[in-house]
């Protein structure tokens, strides 16, 4: 029994993911794509096609978008704003958190409940138990969309500010992308002696499985605010420690660009007299003044 009518703007391979997994679960879906050539295999699957924006947005109260980036969100949204009037508008489109604000504000001034997110999986993830999905904006359109959304994954709703499913994703990705830095310094390093990376990647893999908990302990220092005395390893051991490693890649004919950048924070925080502070205060350098 169909569970509800659920239209899909954009059918790349996160788009078409999704609408197939509504499908699978149920649900009448109108899909609707520029290059209108990939709406044929969803058609044959079952979905709808639409022509236009504004008539996958007459075709049912949640409008699901996965676009490009933000100004294809703009450029397809706008001319269709009418037709949007009234619906629920879930933005799944990466894009940054003032972006993901000022279409929240358009939506807004155009009579439409919007729902900004962030998806943290890749498309052969959607449906599994390690889809995770972040939602902020309009907390109604959330409830409203949420039998269709929970579909793809954990659906988790952060807040009313909409920028702010945003910021937690690019916030993950950045650990995420400065993480993998460091194995392909590691694995740069290590193959100068002939070690294959696989071989670094299970070294890494174990290392920072024993280490990631530490994250916890890091966390509660830079909560509390209370940096120096160093609760663990001070700036001072661990700017010495940062030397030694930019050292080491260079010998191997390596370059430390992903590492000097942390060693310059270290050095100006024991150039004006914070030597003796935890390393992780390195956090508060982070803001630009």
């Known amino acids: 029994m169909p569970k509800g009518t659920i239209s899909i703007l954009g059918l790349g391979a996160m788009g078409s993911a999704m609408a197939e997994r ?17 709406a044929r295999p969803h058609v044959e699957a079952g979905s709808k096609a639409a022509a236009t924006v504004a008539e996958a947005a ?3 109260d949640v409008v699901i978008v996965v676009l490009l980036d933000h100004a294809s969100v703009r450029e397809h949204l706008e001319p269709a704003a009418a037709d949007l009037k009234g619906k ?6 990466t894009t940054t958190p003032n972006e993901s604000r000022a279409t929240a504000a358009w939506a807004a001034d155009h009579g439409i409940t919007y729902l900004d997110g962030a998806i943290m999986a890749v498309p052969e993830m959607i449906g599994t ?17 949420k039998p269709a959304l929970e579909t ?17 994703d690019m916030a993950l990705l950045t650990a995420m992308y400065q993480m993998f830095g460091g194995l392909l310094q590691a694995t740069a390093m290590m193959r100068t002696v002939g070690v294959p990376a696989e071989q ?4 890494v893999i174990a290392w920072l499985g024993a ?12 909560d509390g605010g209370e940096y120096d005395p160093a609760p663990g390893q001070s700036v001072d051991f ?3 420690a940062m030397a030694s490693l930019i050292t080491a890649s260079r010998e191997q004919g390596v370059s430390a660009d992903f590492l000097e950048p942390v060693k310059k924070h270290l050095d100006e925080l024991t150039a004006t007299g914070r030597g003796t502070a935890d390393w992780i205060s390195v956090v508060e350098q982070l803001r630009i003044r």
């Open 152 to 168: 793809f994954g954990a659906a988790e709703f952060e807040g009313a500010d909409a920028g702010l499913a945003s910021l937690k």
């Open 129 to 145: 138990p390690h889809a995770r999905l972040l939602y902020a904006g309009d907390e109604n359109a959330f409830a409203i969309a």
């Open 22 to 38: 509504l499908r699978v679960q149920g649900f009448t879906t109108t899909v609707w794509n520029r290059t209108a050539a990939k």
């Open 211 to 222: 280490v990631l908990p530490l994250a916890e302990e890091f966390a509660t220092v830079v």
């Open 200 to 203: 670094t990647a299970k070294d």
């Open 88 to 93: 629920v508008v879930v933005n799944l489109t």
């Open 238 to 240: 661990t700017r010495a």
């Open 58 to 60: 007459a075709a049912s």
